[in-house]
């Protein structure tokens, strides 16, 4: 098994003709669809929609441009090629936002658009499309203004995002004597030896005193421009804007929201009692969080690996299984950690091959393990959707993390109920309620990190003594009592990525996880006919909204009751790990 992921099916290099050839057809295509866009006025309207469908679908096929460069970047930061890629294919994409914007307004200023899309064989397939596009219309400025938008996000947010990004991989970190990188020490938090784990965060606190003022000035300009979007396009927030961009209703969120600030305090049980296991007194230092438990002695090689995710997918379905299998024979997977490379995890589908790679940093714990289940989710959804057209591939961030948290489920709810100790036990159910604290404890503190930074960046710059000062606030509201208030992160504003995108990238992390479980659970009802309403349920997620995704499975989503009966199979995991412990 080769341990870094081959991207050969997409291009042979920068060097290969078919990216030079891809390169020029897009230029084409840009500019076909500039002088199509001016031909509009005199077009019949059918004929003109589809004209401009099929146009676009060429263009999306073409998006494996942009992929390539980018994940030949997410492996090594220091070489700029992929970078310069980027921002080329940038560029010439930047050419449509002009043309894009005047087909998006003259196709919803046809007065029965959505009978003739109805009406066309070819059109049906996009009836959640437009019924956006008409949703969108506005919030849509000028053709010119897109235009301009689009060309200055290049040097705008997009170029700060990519600061952050460089800066976060190549910071250098001394630990003990010897220099390694963010992403190698930040695994160290899951070592089994404490005083591994301490030194581990002091030195990564101590390594962001070097880029904390740059990544702060990246911050403050990504949000600024955000809030200079919304204002511009009549958004009445950056959260009215994530909602309304993720089909999304404000009562499903705070349905959600109010769910968890009433189970918070179990939580916090939860981490007081892995505190006492450990040792502490005053609630679990933040070095703590992610320390084993349990007999967490067992590593796992990526054969291990994927052994091991084979062998529990097979007890749910043979489509699952076989493409998770072949993510490891076919080299979709890039594991271990090295200088340049960025740190976490993500999954990139490449809609152009039908395939997905997935980036790890893996250092053979079991939660890589679960880490590599949850990415191989992603890759299973993007499998489930690629039946749909070209420009119906792009599923809400909230849906997002669904089948991810559920194969999280799927693996660990089947280890727990294999445990033949004591000791394992602890380990697998203590190992999952580290997941579903990031989930409801992390993710609310990142939601209020980012509320505070909204609330104060249209009326000043925040240094980052700000907001560190921002971030342990929203800290101790989220994890209360549970964490020791001495020793918490500060800094955690500067190494998660998902804070350098305009908007607020965290709560679908709590939406995925909470309705995965509700989904899970409907599953262990059901057995094997939940399945084929499972996949129905991801197939639906991109030409629906999360509220009527949710109904392919009979579930309301702005009911606290749903929310509450995810986060009751949590807090009975809470109390059955509490009782193993006090035995």
Not at 40 to 61: C, D, S, Y
Not at 133 to 150: D, F, H, R, W
Request: proline share 4%; net charge negative; hydrophobic share 40%.
């Amino acid at each position: 098994m080769k341990y870094e992921w081959n991207l050969d099916r997409i291009y042979q290099g920068f060097e290969d003709p078919a990216y030079e050839a891809d390169l020029q057809e897009m230029k084409q295509l840009v500019a076909d669809f500039t002088a199509f866009a001016g031909e509009l006025a005199n077009l019949e309207p059918v004929t003109g929609l589809r004209r401009g469908i099929e146009m676009q679908e060429k263009l999306a096929e073409l998006s494996k441009l942009f992929s390539y460069a980018n994940l030949r970047s997410a492996t090594d930061a220091t070489d700029p090629e992929p970078g310069s890629r980027m921002g080329q294919v940038m560029s010439v994409r930047s050419g449509m936002a002009a043309p894009s914007a005047a087909f998006d307004a003259w196709a919803v200023a046809i007065p029965n658009l959505m009978d003739l899309v109805r009406g066309d064989e070819y059109l049906r397939d996009y009836e959640f499309y437009f019924a956006g596009k008409l949703n969108e219309a506005k919030y849509q400025l000028c053709g010119q203004a897109e235009a301009v938008m689009a060309k200055l996000s290049m040097s705008g947010g997009s170029a700060w995002g990519k600061l952050q990004g460089y800066l976060t991989s190549t910071v250098p970190v001394s630990y003990r004597g010897t220099t390694t990188n963010l992403s190698s020490i930040r695994n160290l938090a899951y070592d089994p030896d404490p005083q591994v784990r301490k030194d581990a965060y002091e030195a990564e606190l101590a390594c962001y005193e070097a880029i904390k003022e740059p990544v702060a000035h990246a911050l403050n300009a990504i949000k600024l421009e955000t809030i200079s979007q919304c204002q511009l396009r009549g958004h009445e927030s950056a959260l009215a804007r994530t909602l309304f961009g993720a089909d999304m209703k404000r009562e499903t969120l705070d349905a959600m929201l109010g769910a968890m600030d009433e189970y918070l305090p179990k939580f916090w049980q939860y981490l007081k009692a892995k505190a006492k296991a450990l040792g502490h007194e005053n609630g679990l230092p933040w070095y703590d969080l992610f320390a084993p438990m349990g007999d967490s002695s067992a590593t796992y090689t990526p054969e291990d690996a994927r052994n091991y995710l084979v062998k529990q997918f097979s007890t749910f379905d043979d489509e699952l299984t076989e493409m998770v299998a072949k993510a490891f024979d076919e080299e979709w997977i890039d594991f271990f950690p090295r200088s340049g490379k960025r740190g976490g995890a993500f999954c990139s589908h490449v809609r152009a091959i039908g395939e997905s790679r997935i980036l790890t940093n893996f250092d053979g714990m079991f939660t890589d393990v679960v880490t590599l289940a949850h990415e191989l989710g992603h890759a299973f959804h993007n499998q489930c959707i690629r039946d749909h057209r070209p420009l119906n591939h792009g599923y809400s961030m909230p849906v997002a993390e669904t089948a991810s948290t559920f194969n999280e489920c799927v693996v660990m709810n089947a280890a727990i109920a294999a445990a033949e100790s004591k000791e394992e036990k602890i380990a697998l159910i203590e190992s999952q309620l580290q997941d579903a604290t990031q989930i409801i404890c992390d993710i609310y503190s990142r939601y209020r990190f980012e509320t505070m930074v909204f609330a104060n960046r249209e009326n000043k710059f925040m240094n980052a003594d700000t907001l560190c000062d921002f971030m342990l606030t929203a800290q101790k509201q989220s994890y209360g009592d549970g964490l020791d208030h001495d020793v918490l992160h500060p800094f955690m504003w500067v190494c998660k990525s998902h804070y350098y995108g305009p908007t607020f990238y965290n709560f679908p992390y709590a939406f995925g996880g909470l309705f995965a479980r509700g989904l899970y659970a409907q599953y262990e009802k059901e057995g094997q006919a939940f399945v084929p309403k499972y996949k129905k349920l991801l197939y639906t997620t991109p030409v629906a909204s999360a509220e009527d995704t949710a109904l392919v499975a009979g579930i309301d989503l702005t009911d606290k009751n749903f929310w509450r009966s995810a986060l009751q199979t949590i807090a009975d995991k809470i109390d059955l790990l509490c009782s193993l412990l006090e035995e």
